[in-house]
């Protein structure tokens, strides 16, 4: 909990277009080996971790298994100290929207220059997508991009995604200011609130849901595992090792799997799977009112919240 209160917030962008907040390329420029492409770009002043950076890119036909797209932050281009990096394989490349994600735990300090490059990984051809730049009235002003190592013409479509500093108490407060603790039922969540005993408000409100009855209860009597042959359970058993990037996590994909084999089989290891993967997607997608990241359609959290929104409007 404590670290998917400290969101990622959106650091350094490049301008973006349109009400769907997409990446306005202006050119489009190969990745290939012998010509990394790079960006300096400067940390804000509550920075403390580079935690994703994401650009456009596309991938292109090209693009195989075994080959890969890495990023990885330095403390200058010149390349003297190596900050972290990371990895999509041909496996996580995505279609059909051009932005990709380098998730990054990357140590810095605030108002601070760096520099990440993106460089072919593999044993391919040598190439394998498409970066988006842009070169209309130097769209970063802080930074620079580079091409083969060399000063370049534009800018990358590029975001920066950062944590600050970990401060778990003003965190939880944070949290709780938000929700009514004014409700019947909340009376032992907000004394301990009051008191700053965190460790009793979560406990409390834990076994408030827990205990919620009727129309919005979270626990129904039906839902009790009733073990039988469950075809739910092959579909699970296939997804076991994949992570959140790997699965269907908006509506009803992951969850019905893993939910469905849980309840037809009774086996734990299919809620402990769908409880991982749900984490690790809301540390990877913060509400975008708190993080200014998204908001538009095309983001797993915000797309799963406009599908929500569309089915109640549509009731």
Sequence with gaps: MDQILNYMFLDQTVPMKGTEQAFDSQRIIRIARETPIGQTFVTGPE????????????????????????????????????????????????????????????????????????????????????????FKNDAYKPGQGYLAGQKADFDLCFQVHSRGEPDRIGNLKRMFSRLDLGRRGLGDVKKAVAQEDFETAIAESVAYFEGRKGKYAIIRAADVPKPQRSDWASKADALMDADWRHVDMEDFGAKKIFCHAYLDTGDEKYAKKINELMIEWLMSSPPPSESHIGGHIFDNMWSLLHNVVSRAVAA
């Design 47 to 134: 920075t403390a971790i580079v935690a994703r950076v994401r650009v456009f890119l596309a991938p292109t036909d090209d693009w195989q298994p075994g080959e890969a797209a890495e990023l990885t932050i330095w403390d200058s281009p010149e390349k003297k100290t190596r900050l972290g990096s990371s990895i999509i394989p041909y496996e996580n490349r995505r279609l059909g929207f051009p932005q990709a994600d380098w998730y990054l735990s990357a140590d810095v300090a605030p108002n601070t220059s760096y520099y990440f490059e993106i460089t072919y990984a593999g044993d391919g051809d040598g190439k394998q997508g498409l970066i988006g730049v842009m």
